[in-house]
């Protein structure tokens, strides 16, 4: 999305017939509806995230025991970082598991 | 001065008196050292989320500890004891006073939304230091 739109950012400018319906096109074919995701640790304003709090942790954490990226769950980096490490260390006190199949 | 919590699972088999014992011990271990003891949890029993020596659960107990010194004698026990499964030692202070920081800055950039910022602040200190929800799990 973000790469067509600057290719028709220019066209408009140029001649705008070649870059006009260029970007168009690209954009009808791509486009999909994307839910708005939001941090929950900024919208709930914890910023301590702790490793015993089970229930906060095990929503970041899929059937297979993974870590849900962010791109996923919409987690600010800041707080991924913490929430990352905050798992990893229920993974070893055995609160939550490695993997799970 | 530094705050640590330690978290360690007791085997299922050591008996009820025994689990005093031994709680006492590692307390007084820790106290030796100069650590002030400022909370103390017994989660009970928990299933483990996986099995360690073949348990597949534990009976779990929270330390929260203020020192100046590190708590190394009582990590040194703790890994020697064959009576405890796991424990981990997790220094907090710093992230705590990390996460004040963000608090206290985070209201400014807000101040456009309608939100009660001040008094929330000092208390978001207390949640973490008695995690209660999971006592009961």
């Not at chain 2, 590692?26 to 928990?46: D, I, P, Y």
């Not at chain 2, 009582?74 to 009576?83: E, P, V």
Request: with cysteine; proline share 7%; net charge positive.
């Amino acid at each position: 999305m973000a790469t067509q739109m600057r290719r028709s950012g220019p066209g408009e400018g140029r001649p705008g017939q070649q870059g006009g319906p260029g970007g168009q096109q690209g954009g009808k074919k791509k486009f999909f509806y994307r839910r708005k995701r939001v941090c929950k640790f900024c919208v709930e304003k914890i910023e301590y995230i702790d490793f015993k709090d089970v229930k906060t942790l095990q929503q970041f954490i899929p059937e297979r025991g993974k870590i849900l990226p962010r791109r996923i769950s919409g987690t600010c980096a800041l707080h991924q970082r913490k929430l990352q490490n905050a798992i990893k260390r229920a993974r070893i006190a055995a609160l939550l598991p490695f993997a799970t199949d | 001065m530094r705050t640590y919590e330690v978290l360690f699972i007791l085997s299922p088999q050591v008996p009820e008196e025994e689990t005093a014992s031994l709680i006492t011990d590692f307390k007084r271990v820790a106290e030796s050292t100069g650590a002030k003891l400022t909370n103390e949890e017994a989660w009970g029993r928990r299933r483990l989320a996986y099995p360690i020596q073949k348990f597949t659960e534990g009976n779990y107990h929270l330390f929260v500890f203020d020192s100046d010194g590190s708590l190394s004698e009582l990590d040194r026990r703790m890994r020697n004891s064959d009576r405890i499964l796991r424990h981990m030692i997790v220094r907090t202070d710093l992230d705590h006073k990390r996460a004040e920081k963000l608090v206290k800055r985070n209201p400014k950039k807000e101040r456009a939304r309608p939100a009660p910022a001040f008094p929330a602040t000092p208390e978001q200190k207390v949640p973490e230091a008695e995690p209660a929800a999971v006592e009961g799990e």
